[in-house]
Every structure is written in C-alpha cells, then in structure tokens.
C-alpha cells in the first residue's frame, strides 16, 4: 500500500500574555464615511506635539500600531495628501493598550494658483496663500518619503549610473553600479574636480553637488533661505501644480533654485526638478540641474524611484592668445530604486537634444516602439513581500479571476501579468501563507483601459501585527483541567492553521490527529518573538 501524507502548515502564535504597555494601535478613517485610509503617516509625538518619536503607515485596513519609549502624556498626528492633518488629544499611556480612531477630513479647496508671470516669490506663509497651501501638501509627502529613508522602512534594490555626454546628450561612456536590500537610497554626488581635471586646484574637494533630498527640502534652515510661488504646470508638468523656489538673496555660494510639482487629481507629489546657481564662473555656460521623482508603494511608504544630476563638462580654448571656456558635454550620475527583489527600472539613455542656456534638460528616457499586440494589452506588475522573514515570497500564483492569464512570483517576489483588452476584474494572488494569514489584499480588484498599465503588491504584515490581528478571531478553543492548559483548533481545508493563547517561553506539547490516520506528537519550544512555524507530516496506519 503505498503511503500518503498529509501537511500541515502551522503558525502557532503566543499571544494569551497582557498586551505590552505604551502600546498605542490606531486606526485611520474617513471622517465622514469611516472608510480606511490607507498610507497616510501615523507620527508618536510628545506631549508638546513637537518632538516626533516614531511612526508608521497606516495598512490597507486603515491600521498601524506605535509603542511609546515610556509611560505618561502623548499625543498622535496623522497625516496624508488631501487630508487634513489630525492631531489627537493628549493620551495617557500606561499598561493597558491604548486605542485611538483617527477621523480625517478632505482637505479644503486651496487658494487659486496663479499664471506664472503673476506671482512674486516671497517668504513661506501659512496655509491661506497659494504657497502656503500647497506647501501643507507638499510637506506631508516629504515628511514620509524622509521617515521611509530614515528608518529604512523599504529595503532597496539600486542601480546606480555615471556617464560621460557629448553636447547633444548622446552616451560616450558608462560605469554602472548595482547594490541589493541597501536600508535607504545612496547619495550620489558630482564635483568639479571629477570632470576637468587640469582645474582641481582651483576647486576644493568639498565641492559635491548632489540631488537634493526630502530631509534638506524640509529643513528649517532651506525654508527660511528661499522664497517660495505657487506656479500652474506647463509643458511636461502640464495639469500639475508647482511650489517654485528660489535663494531669497542673491549670494556667493552655491544655491538651490527649482520647482516641487503635485498632482491635484491623484493627490501625489510627482518630482522635483532642480538647478544650482552661483557656481563657479566656467560653469555657468550651461545649467547643472536634475530631477527627482517620487512615488508612493502599496503600504503607503514613500521611494524615490529615479533620479540624476548633469553638470557640463567645460575645457579652455585659446585662440589668438585669448582664452575662452567651451561646453564639450556633459556629466551625469544618477540611478534607479526599487522594493528588494521587484524588476529593475530603466534608468534611460541620455536625450536626443541639446539643452540651451534658457532651459532646462529634460530626463533622459529611451525611445521605444511598442508592437500592435503590445498596444492592446493591459499590464499588470507587483511585487509579494512577506515581513514576517524579511524577504520577497517566490512562487505566489496570480491570476486573474476570469481565467484570462496567470503567472508565479519571481525568486525576488515580483511578476508582471499582461491580458489582451482592457481590464475589469479581481486579481488573485495564491500561496499557503497568504491564506495561512489571511492577508485582505490576496484579492484586489482593478479597472484598466487597453494600453495601460498599474501595480498590485501584497505585503504580508510583521508577526507583531499579524499576532494582534489574528489571535482572537480564529476558532482556537481552550480548554483546562486539574492537570494541564489545552489549544485546540481545526485545521483548514487546505492544511493551515493558526493557534493562539500561549505564555512568553512556553513549552508545549503538539498533537495532532485525523481519523484513520497515526496520532503526531511533539515538544515546540517558543522562540523570543513568541511565534513558531510547524509543518506536520500525517502519514497512513
């Protein structure tokens, strides 16, 4: 006869302890309605409401979960664009968790943006102002993309680029640099010295001019040294909304100068395009600027996903004994990130025109022609991250729930779907442990038109969350006698299952039976974070 087995797949959870103290787990919502809120930026603040302490990014349940470092008085804000900031009443945190509903409300129509010949550039203002207003807006996008780095929230998979432009910005040379799982992006840099190297004891070393960051935009020390104008998009921004800023004096050293544009309609900050001015005399025969973009993930952390800088590349030139400096081309390093383990993103190849004095260069993208079944199709790409291991998770299924296309998650947990036609359907993404967890987002819905393209991730929450989110709502049933504590539950249908109720460093004793079947026993011991992960093999008498 041969022998069948039958798997169980087991996430045994220790939860039956108290609930730590300072625990705060908020919930973010609509005002109005009570639909969650999913991204906005959840901040611990100190009683004064002025000092940050922490935070996190609300879930795609409108959750997230804060620990304060100590006992007594604190407050929490919420924030996220469109939404009016929403600052709790002071909490008084103790033993006992603390539970906090967040209820924000759209965000007020903004002050008209004016055409860009109308506006004067003056000092940052309150909200009232077109500047001031969308400054609100900016900021809290700032504030999370600079909390994701600084906390290194996402692990990164970056390409990193230099290259070597000729005037009409076509490639001479190329060095790439390709670095995984890195906590935050690199910062890259270009100076003087790098690109004419007869003039490197004019210069100093220190002179590194880099794309500006969230961190340095945010800085009070930028704001009060720039004035600031609401701008309308034009050109490539058309439809967005720029916050333009220039040095508020005009000086000897080196400054920013650039606009931040927003999306009014999807509520997003989109990029940041920057010039320096005040550089050296041989350097001003072109500009040196760059653009940085930004995007917000699933989770509702935020990522650069691209960006570079270009400095010209000057050489002298005598002729009938006067000297004159020359653009030979350019410099220009920059690079792509992305989530670990997602497909890489084209950094580009350099663009086909030359940039004037008046006008800045435009990034560089490659030219493509799409194939006519290319055109009609819409494509799909993600990526499964499971934060219980802190790895992408390999060999999901998704699919379509029509049946009209399926793939499996790559070993780095991406994958792309592409169906014919446009697109209104639920997609399905398959493993043991998306079901074992019973993560929300293993069915989505999407609506795309023919040609397009979106992104559907699932992020599978850390054992912290997932043991307050579980325990309690599954069918474990306990049971105590003179001699013993006992945890019962049922498997699922497909061999899962989860179980709840034990104490910090216990030791239990599994068994597990089916009719028909051998009766398994062990001894599991819990690890220091309280969760075990047990596979039991059931074989025939």
Not at 382 to 403: A, K, N, Q, Y
């Amino acid at each position: 006869m041969q022998l069948r087995s039958i798997v169980l797949t087991a996430t045994i959870l220790a939860a039956g302890v108290r609930a730590g103290a300072q625990d705060l787990r908020i919930e973010v919502v609509e005002a109005s309605t009570g639909k969650p809120i999913v991204g906005a930026n959840v901040v611990l603040l100190d009683s004064s409401a002025l000092i940050s302490l922490g935070g996190g990014f609300s879930d795609q349940r409108g959750r997230t979960e804060l620990r304060a470092p100590a006992r007594g008085p604190y407050r929490v804000r919420a924030d996220k664009v469109g939404y009016d900031t929403w600052t709790s009443v002071q909490l008084h945190l103790g033993d006992k968790a603390v539970y906090v509903r967040a209820g924000m409300a759209p965000t007020r129509i903004p002050a008209p943006i004016m055409p860009r010949s109308e506006v004067a550039c003056q000092q940052l203002g309150g909200p009232g102002t077109p500047a001031g207003d969308l400054w609100v807006e900016l900021k809290k996008a700032l504030t999370a993309n600079a909390m994701t780095e600084a906390q290194g929230l996402v692990p990164l998979d970056v390409d990193l680029y230099e290259r070597v432009l000729d005037r009409n910005l076509s490639i001479l040379s190329e060095r790439a640099d390709q670095r995984t799982r890195v906590s935050r992006r690199p910062a890259t840099g270009i100076s003087w010295d790098q690109i004419d190297s007869a003039r490197r004891g004019q210069v100093s070393n220190n002179d590194v001019y880099r794309a500006p960051d969230a961190a340095t935009m945010l800085s009070d020390q930028f704001v009060r040294s720039h004035c600031y104008s609401a701008i309308r998009g034009y050109g490539a921004e058309n439809g967005l909304t720029g916050l333009e800023f220039k040095p508020a004096r005009v000086g000897a050293q080196p400054e920013l100068t650039g606009v931040l544009w927003l999306d009014p309609q999807a509520k997003a900050l989109r990029s940041l395009s920057f010039d320096y001015v005040n550089l050296p005399v041989p350097l001003r025969i072109a500009r040196t600027s760059g653009r940085v973009e930004f995007q917000q993930l699933a989770g509702g952390q935020w990522i650069v996903p691209r960006w570079y800088i270009r400095m010209p590349r000057v050489t002298r030139v005598t002729s009938a004994n006067v000297s004159s400096d020359s653009l030979v081309g350019y410099q220009e390093v920059g690079g792509a990130a992305r989530p670990a383990g997602t497909a890489p993103v084209s950094t580009g190849a350099a663009t086909a025109s030359a940039p004037t004095s008046g006008a800045a260069p435009s990034p560089a993208t490659p030219a493509a022609v799409d194939s006519p079944s290319a055109a009609n199709q819409s494509t799909i790409t993600g990526v499964v991250f499971d934060s219980t291991t802190g790895r992408p998770l390999r060999g999901v299924e998704v699919s379509i729930r029509g049946g009209r296309s399926k793939t499996l998650t790559s070993p780095g947990g991406g994958y792309q779907l592409a169906v014919d036609g446009a697109l209104n359907d639920t997609i399905v993404f398959e493993h043991p442990r998306l079901r074992l967890f019973r993560v929300a987002d293993r069915i989505q819905t999407i609506s795309l038109p023919v040609g397009a393209r979106a992104q559907a991730s699932v992020i599978i929450p850390s054992y912290e969350s997932l043991r307050k989110n579980l325990c309690g709502q599954n069918e474990t049933r306990l049971v105590a006698t003179k001699q013993q504590r006992t945890v019962e539950t049922d498997s699922n249908s497909d061999g899962s299952y989860v179980m709840c109720g034990f104490t910090r460093n216990a030791q239990i004793t599994a068994r597990v039976g089916i009719a028909g079947r051998n009766t398994v026993e062990e001894k599991i011991a819990f690890p220091s974070n309280m969760v075990s992960e047990h596979d039991f093999l059931i074989g025939a008498r």
